[in-house]
């Protein structure tokens, strides 16, 4: 059985500062894992994903996520927070013919 | 390129009624997922369908259930509504059915049960 799991309900962090969403997970096998983020009324958009390699994950908006093994963390980080960044986050793992989503974060960038 | 699209974008219905929803996958994608996002919730997986295939199911009753077309678009069907089944509905397509590929998702229908 797979399994995501996302600590915070809410982050707020001030505009500039740098942010870290967390997600730890659980998979047998090689894990692929996602981040999701949706604002109000739409559906998810993609992220970015982590599937073999370097531990850092580079994707949109300037986001990054660091992948690490021996904590099966996949943590979500920004160096510094933007106010449109404000939405809810969803990390997530694939397998195949299923993929499972956290319970969601809610970032509050505060101006 | 289209993305994906999901028809309608909001329904009432009652107890006991049956609906479709419909989703139209992003160009050159042939896999869709099925997803169901309660209030405050992150999404459940229904189903998925590859090559107009059911790909794999999620812990949901034999009353949800879908299809594909030749096109990839795709429909999910509820019959027997119940309350809790009050939740946006979201599609999402992939390039292929594997595990590492992104999913693309539509805006959702939100299906409110009187």
């Known amino acids: 059985a797979q399994s995501v799991a996302q600590p915070e309900d809410q982050v707020n962090v001030a505009e500039g500062n740098p942010l870290t969403v967390k997600c730890t997970y659980s998979?047998?096998?090689?894990?692929?894992l996602f981040w999701y983020v949706q604002y109000p009324n739409r559906g998810l958009q993609f992220l970015l994903k982590?599937?073999?390699?370097?531990?850092l994950v580079k994707g949109s908006y300037g986001f990054e996520a660091e992948f690490n093994k021996s904590q099966t963390s996949f943590h979500l980080k920004k160096p510094s927070a933007l106010v449109s960044d404000s939405a809810l986050y969803f990390c997530?793992?694939?397998?195949?013919?299923?993929?499972?989503f956290g319970t969601g974060t809610k970032l509050q960038v505060i101006p | 390129e289209t993305g994906v699209t999901q028809s309608p974008t909001h329904l009432i219905k009652t107890r006991g009624q049956q609906v479709t929803l419909r989703c139209s996958s992003q160009?050159?994608?042939?896999?869709v997922s099925w997803y169901q996002q309660a209030l405050g919730q992150g999404p459940q997986f229904i189903f998925q369908?590859?090559?107009?295939?059911?790909?794999g199911r999620g812990n949901f009753p034999p009353r949800f259930s879908g299809l594909q077309f030749p096109n990839y678009s795709s429909e999910l069907n509820v019959n027997a509504l119940e309350l809790d089944d009050s939740a946006l509905y979201l599609c999402?397509?992939?390039?292929?059915?594997?595990?590492?590929?992104?999913?693309?998702f539509g805006d959702g229908t939100r299906l409110s049960i009187l």
């Open positions: 997530a793992v694939s397998g195949y013919q299923k993929v499972t």
């Open positions: 369908y590859y090559r107009e295939e059911e790909n």
């Open positions: 998979v047998s096998g090689n894990p692929y």
């Open positions: 160009s050159g994608h042939n896999t």
């Open positions: 999402a397509s992939s390039l292929q059915a594997d595990p590492n590929q992104p999913q693309h």
């Open positions: 982590y599937i073999t390699g370097d531990n």
